[in-house]
């Protein structure tokens, strides 16, 4: 692998074993289930998840999937060495997304979940997704939307968030155009929005420990010092128990290769 990880805003490394929060659990795949049962002929179906972390995706779909060959790939080992002790029947594989190290038409159904955001050359991510897949193969991306959330209480303490967001993440139209033009021959998007109200004391210890978001991580000492500050500030003026309206804006791609 040629990637220069030095190059990332944030060294999963140095978090891998810190990762594996419950908030960061995942259900099994009701896509995957519904795609598959209109290609009976995918059998074995090969599943490749990009920037599978610590494997809780494929590890949730590993049961309901039995025949399936599945491929996480990640750009940090000490994430993959967390998917292997969750699960063992799953190939874990070192490498970036944006130079997959498989062969063309390996795969059937990809997914990329909370991930893109850090890849740098994303038209060159994307342009892989559909090389690596067969002909009628889909690619599910799922993120936060940045853009519809303005009320989400990171970005109201940490400015510094938004202003790394804008660069990191794309509107959803950017990324839909960007799929097209990559060769997708149908794009489709969903948004769920989520309202989160929190108590204070609750946000500031969420906030308090830094591994908790990759926002956190990639932004400047001083801006996060900042935004725990202005928390405390709060948290003195109007008590532990007041509570504060957050939002979630989660964001589902699905792209068919025609
Ligand atoms: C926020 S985590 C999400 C992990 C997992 N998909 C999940 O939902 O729990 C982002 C992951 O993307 C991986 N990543 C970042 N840049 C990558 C790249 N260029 N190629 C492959 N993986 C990458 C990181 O190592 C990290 O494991």
Redesign the pocket.
């Known amino acids: 692998m040629n990637t220069d990880l030095s190059q990332?805003r944030v060294n999963?490394d140095t978090i891998a074993h810190l990762y594996d929060e419950s908030i960061?659990d995942?259900a099994v795949d009701e896509n995957l289930a519904r795609f598959l049962a209109a290609r009976p002929s995918f059998s074995p179906v090969h599943i490749l998840d990009?920037?599978?972390?610590?494997g809780?995706?494929l590890a949730a779909n590993r049961p309901h999937f039995p025949g399936a060959l599945m491929v996480g790939?990640?750009?940090?080992a000490g994430?993959l060495r967390q998917a292997q002790l969750r699960c063992q029947t799953v190939a874990w594989v070192q490498g970036?997304?944006?130079a997959a190290p498989f062969a063309a038409g390996s795969f059937h159904y990809v997914t990329n979940?909370?991930?893109y955001p850090?890849?740098q050359n994303k038209r060159r991510f994307f342009t892989e997704t559909v090389r690596l897949l067969q002909p009628d193969g889909r690619f599910v991306l799922t993120n936060i939307d940045p853009w519809s959330m303005p009320g989400w209480a990171i970005y109201r303490y940490f400015p510094a968030a938004w202003a790394l967001d804008e660069q990191d993440f794309l509107p959803v139209e950017r990324l839909v155009a960007m799929l097209e033009e990559v060769g997708y021959g149908r794009v489709t998007f969903s948004r769920r929005h989520l309202a989160v109200p929190t108590s204070l004391a609750d946000f500031q210890a969420y906030a308090s420990a830094r591994h908790r978001t990759?926002q956190f991580i990639a932004m400047a000492d001083a801006d996060y010092t900042a935004g725990l500050a202005a928390i405390e500030r709060e948290r003195q003026q109007c008590g532990d128990t007041a509570v504060i309206e957050s939002e979630v804006c989660l964001l589902t791609i699905t792209a068919e290769k025609l």
Do not use: E, I, P, W
Request: one cysteine or more; hydrophobic letters at 30%.
């Open positions: 990332q999963y960061r995942h990009m920037g599978c972390g610590t809780k995706q790939l990640d750009l940090f994430m970036d997304n944006a979940q909370f991930s850090h890849v990759s």
